[in-house]
């Protein structure tokens, strides 16, 4: 079965949490819509020099957008517009493909359709990507709730970051939800990093 990864907010390690989990599952990596490539390498280009040769494969985005910007506004720009029939069949793998999206579950697409549409049309598992900060409880809980409302089938939460056990707690207990594990603050993100990490166990709640 295929994971979508989802954060509850912006820079909150989905595309780390992304490459952790291609190397756990041996994964194939898909992000269907990708902006920001007038600033430099863009998630699928990061997640290439991150996760094992030969284990995982990188598939192209089907949209990329120069401005770092939400996806509705980027294509716009550039005189475009994103199409959800583009999105609907994920790459041809015989793995798993982890799909990360273009930011949280209500980012617009284009002036109708949000991240929210896309996942309601694939049914797949969503794994939401957590950190704390001021507010994350209720970014988190709204997201959970809102897939719940949906029907959409909820993998589990990873908290990336310190460990913030009240936090932890009560979006637990209010959510009923189950902990993948936890990414551990890192200086720097390598290949090598990634690869110890994924040794260490601390995605095993992706085994249950």
Request: glycine share 8%.
């Amino acid at each position: 079965m295929h994971l979508v990864l989802a954060g509850i907010g912006t820079d909150v390690g989905k595309t780390v949490a992304s490459a952790l989990i291609c190397e756990v599952l041996a994964a194939d990596y898909w992000k269907p819509v990708a902006s920001g490539s007038d600033d430099g390498p863009i998630d699928h280009q990061v997640i290439k020099g991150l996760i094992t040769e030969g284990e995982s494969r990188v598939h192209e985005p089907r949209y990329v957008f120069g401005k770092s910007l939400s996806p509705h506004v980027a294509a716009a720009l550039e005189g475009r517009s994103i199409e959800l029939n583009a999105l609907l069949t994920p790459p041809e793998t015989p793995k798993r493909l982890v799909i990360e999206l273009a930011g949280g579950i209500l980012v617009p697409l284009n002036d109708s359709l949000t991240n929210l549409d896309l996942l309601s049309s694939w049914r797949f598992p969503v794994v939401v990507v957590s950190r704390h900060y001021l507010g994350s409880i209720n970014h988190t809980l709204l997201t959970l709730d809102v897939l719940r409302s949906r029907d959409i089938p909820i993998a589990g939460v990873v908290f990336n970051g310190d460990e913030l056990p009240d936090t932890e707690r009560i979006i637990l207990k209010l959510s009923e939800v189950t902990v993948l594990g936890r990414i551990p603050i890192q200086t720097e993100i390598t290949a090598a990093t990634v690869r110890s990490l994924a040794g260490a166990g601390i995605l095993a709640g992706l085994y249950r």
